[in-house]
């Protein structure tokens, strides 16, 4: 288990009972969140990996990077419908 991942005072045993920011608990092991995508920058001051400034074409909400103008009823983060095609606007 990596140790660094783990927060001061919560290695027990064998595993982490609580994981730095940007790392998650899996059986007791700390492993890396994933960047969220169609980011620029990540901000990793809380919980979860979150999108501080997003590439071009994306706004930051909640986090994350969605389409600028995304209309509604698709999924922001790549602009597909449901029916997996793209959404009219």
Known sequence: MPAW???EGYTVEDHCELCLPGYKDEQ??????PNPENCLEVEMTNPERTCAVCIEGYVEENGQCVVQGTPEGCDSTTAVDSYGDGCDA
């Open 28 to 33: 007791g092991y700390c492993v890396d969140l």
């Open 5 to 7: 991942a783990c927060e």
